[in-house]
């Protein structure tokens, strides 16, 4: 039997259709957001460190591993800004730049976060050949204004798990659109992380009140293997929806 949070405790996963459907490998991939030099650098010009996720990236490359063994597909997504500033600093700044920044006591470097041609913006989880990658993210949701969505779409995904960065904007924004443009939303509890021990405990806990699942990695991994064949069934016997 697998394991999910429900607003922080760990319970055992109902044995319900409705569970099930979360669990169709075939139509299933890992959303990684944001594991990217521009948080995980260790470098003091760092643009928006976050080093509270650096920690997760082997973790992330061996679930991520899992996944493609079990057949789900690895989609990495990360910001990508025009060097012009005009999609951010030049234009209309992105809102975090004034809270978040003061909040960590100023960020010297933050107006290179996300350039493209820069550093900061290579990834420091493992990307396979057979993955697929989103770089057009502009701000917190995965899914603005990227090709995310056209992306799924084409290759029938329903069901999106995600990994990454950072659990209280970035992670929490793309599962409350996810979940509006009726995905199923699977984030994996122990392979986020946040800004801090509670906003990530905040996050998580309204996630798995409004989004979808919560679970751990291990426990979505024994999931996949004991309820796929079941959840490919529902799938296909037309019970859900995409938007």
């Excluded at 760990?10 to 991939?29: G, I, K, Q």
């Excluded at 890992?30 to 973790?59: F, T, Y």
Aim: hydrophobic residues 35%; charged residues 25%.
């Amino acid at each position: 039997m697998s394991n999910y949070y429900l607003y922080g405790e760990r319970r055992t996963l109902p044995e319900t259709d409705a569970y099930r459907a979360y669990f169709d490998r075939s139509r299933t991939a890992v959303v990684s957001i944001d594991m990217h030099e521009g948080h995980l650098s260790e470098s003091p010009e760092c643009p928006c460190p976050a080093p509270r996720g650096r920690p997760l990236v082997e973790p992330i490359d061996r679930f991520h591993d899992a996944a493609r063994a079990a057949g789900v597909r690895v989609i990495h997504v990360r910001t990508g800004l025009r060097p012009s500033g005009a999609d951010d600093i030049r234009g209309i700044p992105s809102a975090w730049r004034l809270g978040f920044s003061e909040y960590v006591g100023g960020i010297p470097n933050v107006d290179e976060h996300g350039i493209e041609g820069t550093r900061w913006t290579t990834f420091r989880t493992r990307v396979e050949p057979e993955d697929e990658t989103i770089t057009s993210k502009k701000r917190l949701s995965a899914f603005y204004p990227s090709d995310l969505d056209f992306l799924l779409r084409q290759l029938d995904v329903n069901t999106i798990v995600l990994t990454g960065m950072m659990t209280d904007c970035c992670v929490l924004s793309t599962a409350f659109e996810a979940s509006n443009m009726n995905y199923k939303v699977i984030t994996v509890h122990d392979l986020v992380a946040g800004t801090n021990d509670e906003l990530e405990d905040a996050a998580l806990k309204i996630m798995s009140l409004n989004t979808g699942l919560v679970m751990d990695g291990a426990d979505l991994i024994e999931a996949w293997q004991s309820h796929g064949d079941a959840a490919a069934r529902i799938n296909s016997s037309g019970r859900r929806v995409l938007g």
